[in-house]
Nanobody, 118 residues
Framework: QVQLVESGGGLVQPGGSLRLSCATS????????MGWYRQAPGKERELVAG???????NYADSVKGRFTISGDNAKNTVYLQMNNLKPEDTAVYYC????????????WGQGTQVTVSS
């Protein structure tokens, strides 16, 4: 059974930083893609950052240059370093892991709240 557990959310002032962690129950290399999504009240869930098992990364335009996704295989953990946070970054952040063999399937964590406010 695959489990994803997020941590690291909290309340920060604009311009501050947070690092989110997603601890997995198995090797991160067993997933084809892992990523971070976020959902603000009244809005659709959106992809923030993703990383493939081959190390390719992509980011939403709104966070490019401010956020960095990375993985630590030894710890079975994927991180999202968030710098220069803005109020519009406020959302629940969800860890996602996708496999494509034997079929495409997405696993989700429970989410962690990030609030950026002065």
């Amino acid at each position: 059974q695959v489990q994803l557990v997020e941590s690291g959310g909290g309340l920060v002032q604009p311009g501050g930083s947070l690092r989110l962690s997603c601890a997995t129950s198995r090797s991160i290399f067993s997933f084809n893609v892992m990523g971070w999504y976020r959902q603000a009240p009244g809005k659709e869930r959106e992809l923030v950052a993703g990383i493939t098992s081959g190390g390719y990364r992509n980011y939403a335009d709104s966070v490019k240059g401010r956020f960095t996704i990375s993985g630590d295989n030894a710890k079975n953990t994927v991180y999202l370093q968030m710098n220069n946070l803005k109020p519009e970054d406020t959302a629940v952040y969800y860890c996602n892991a996708r496999i494509v063999i034997p079929r495409t399937y997405d696993y989700w964590g429970q989410g962690t709240q990030v609030t950026v406010s002065s």
